[in-house]
């Protein structure tokens, strides 16, 4: 069983920023991906950003790509999602997920964290 745990959701003003961190209760990730979604009010759930435990590839959502940057940190089994200059249209509930491809489908991912609110003010 894996369980996944975010932090560092808030409210911040537009321009801001904020990073999330995804706590991975798993030692070994490596043949893990690891994908960030978010869900608006009334909205699907989208995707974000995602990457492979292991090497460097890194994928982005069109809307955000240039302003939030995927990372993780072996040391820690965390993985983070640095969001710059951030937007109105940002505001949503952040999810982090773990799955065996980096996938734009959250159906694609197994496990899943309980979700942080990311609230952005104009």
């Known amino acids: 069983q894996v369980q996944l745990v975010e932090s560092g959701g808030g409210l911040v003003q537009a321009g801001g920023s904020l990073r999330l961190s995804c706590a991975a209760s798993r030692r070994t990730f490596s043949s893990y991906a690891m994908g960030w979604f978010r869900q608006a009010p009334g909205k699907e759930r989208e995707f974000v950003a995602a990457?492979?435990?292991?090497?460097?590839?890194?994928y982005y959502a069109d809307s955000v790509k240039g302003r939030f940057t995927i990372s993780k940190d072996n040391a820690k089994n965390t993985v983070y999602l640095q969001m710059n200059s951030l937007k109105p249209e940002d505001t949503a509930v952040y999810y982090c997920a773990a799955g065996t491809t980096a996938s734009i489908d959250y159906r694609s991912y197994d496990y899943w964290g309980q979700g942080t609110q990311v609230t952005v003010s104009s």
């Open positions: 990457r492979r435990w292991s090497g460097s590839s890194t």
